[in-house]
């Protein structure tokens, strides 16, 4: 074995776990025996072994570690998800906020120059800050509207008792006097015309309608309760609250319980929310027990404290800025443009209620227990250039049987749509506040 010594490689007979090396021996070559220089040598390697597996066996724990820390953090991930998932929040606001207050504008633009003119082409937006209002945008009409009346007709319906906003403003005057509403408005572009009157549609973009069968408005539970509770509140007789206010349900679809009830009251300086707080929960508890729910949910009412200064005084107002507010509480989808302040010539407005219109129609007929519909346009265009259908698994029948259905009884041009759903006669101040659907005597809800 001496001889074969010279960095060969072989393994020793003797010890084969060994192998030789060009410095020293490993094995005695007399008897198997370690030589001294093979002793050091052999207790250098089992050291270095020995090292070896002592890292390999700590970074095995702390890799093993690392992967039961990061199966924890998955889980518990897992697990905050799944308790997000099932409690939905939703919300309303009243007409007196300030953004609701320019919707109304908007539509009692539009719904009178439709009376007077079916062919009015209408598109409106409204700003308002503290009492200074300016009406924008584009009018071609056989009727000129008295802008001031109608904006005097909206604050009317808000109840001007109730629009004081804690300020020393007599607003019966201060909007009618000098420039205090200013009027931007023109005819609508030709270039538009030239589709419209085709009967293209007025404008490109995409419109949802969703209906759920959880209530009887076909709408989420969560966001009629906060409608329901807004309703309440405004017909309350008390003077101490004023227009502006805000609710907020969550609702816990896997126990069917609410959570959470959130609202923000506007009310008089001479009053704290301490001084009103059983009758803001008393409504909470009628809004729920009206929707059959529970009432052993949290009551949050005025978080901030006092709510005196609100509406355009806290806050500048814009048309269009509550979408989720006139739809669905932010549940199913909504589309790119606002709905009030348009002539149904516009599809932000018809493409969205035609939506609505087949998922009610869908969910009613027990096709499907929870329904949404979206439709695309291209300006100029009559016919859309999609439509798609989403029942999120609940559906009684298939997807085939659910697109002929649409195809064979809805048509889906804006002329179309606008003859049959008699949008020229429709009263649009009926959903310029608290949502333009799941309300009696709509077209697109009957």
């Given at each position: 074995m001496g001889d074969d010594k010279g960095g060969s490689g072989k393994g020793c007979q003797v010890h084969p776990g060994i192998r030789r090396c060009d410095e020293v021996d490993i094995c005695d070559p007399c008897g198997g025996g370690f030589s001294a220089a093979a002793f050091v040598w052999s207790h250098f390697c089992v050291n270095r072994l020995v090292a070896q597996a002592g890292s390999l066996s700590i970074r095995h724990h702390e890799r093993s570690g690392e992967r039961n820390q990061r199966i924890k953090s998955r889980e518990e991930s897992t697990e905050r998800e799944n308790i997000m998932s099932r409690i939905i929040t939703c919300e309303q606001v009243s007409n007196g906020h300030p953004d609701k207050i320019c919707d109304q504008i908007a539509d009692a633009i539009v719904t009178e120059c439709l009376q007077h003119d079916p062919k009015s082409r209408v598109a409106i937006e409204v700003l308002i800050k503290d009492n200074h209002i300016i009406i924008a945008g584009e009018l071609t009409s056989e009727h000129k509207p008295d802008y001031k009346a109608l904006v005097y007709q909206v604050f009317e319906r808000i109840g001007m008792q109730k629009m004081d906003y804690g300020k020393a403003v007599d607003f019966r005057d201060s909007f009618f006097l000098g420039p205090d509403i200013g009027i931007l408005v023109k005819e609508q572009s030709p270039d538009i015309a030239l589709g419209v009157d085709k009967g293209g549609a007025g404008d490109q973009g995409m419109m949802f309608g969703y209906a759920t069968n959880e209530t009887a408005e076909l709408l989420p539970i969560p966001f009629v309760v906060a409608t329901r509770f807004l309703q309440i509140l405004k017909a309350h007789p008390s003077?101490?609250?004023?227009?502006?206010?805000?609710?907020?349900?969550?609702?816990?679809?896997?126990?069917?319980?609410?959570?959470?009830?959130?609202?923000?009251?506007?009310?008089?300086?001479?009053?704290?929310?301490?001084?009103?707080?059983?009758?803001?929960?008393?409504?909470?508890?009628l809004a729920a027990c009206e929707n059959g729910l529970n009432t052993d949910f949290e009551k949050l009412v005025n978080p901030t404290g006092r709510f005196v200064i609100g509406g355009s005084f806290a806050d500048c107002g814009v048309t269009g800025r509550k979408l989720a507010c006139d739809t669905y509480g932010g549940v199913g989808h909504i589309g790119g443009g606002a709905m009030s302040g348009k002539d149904p010539s516009k599809v932000d407005r018809s493409g969205a209620y035609a939506a609505r219109k087949i998922a009610v129609d869908i969910v009613r007929a027990g096709y499907a227990d929870k329904c949404e519909v979206q439709i695309a346009y291209a300006i100029g265009v009559a016919e859309p250039v999609s439509i798609y259908i989403e029942t999120f698994g609940t559906e009684h029948q298939d997807k085939a049987f659910l697109e002929a259905f649409v195809r064979e009884n809805y048509d889906l041009t804006p002329k179309g749509i606008i003859k049959s759903l008699d949008l020229l006669n429709v009263d649009y101040n009926k959903v310029s506040a608290y949502g333009h659907f799941?309300?009696?005597g709509l077209p697109w809800e009957s």
């Open positions: 003077r101490m609250f004023r227009a502006d206010a805000k609710a907020q349900v969550s609702y816990d679809y896997e126990s069917g319980k609410i959570t959470t009830f959130l609202c923000s009251v506007q009310h008089s300086p001479d009053v704290d929310p301490a001084d009103f707080r059983h009758i803001i929960e008393g409504i909470m508890v799941g309300k009696a």
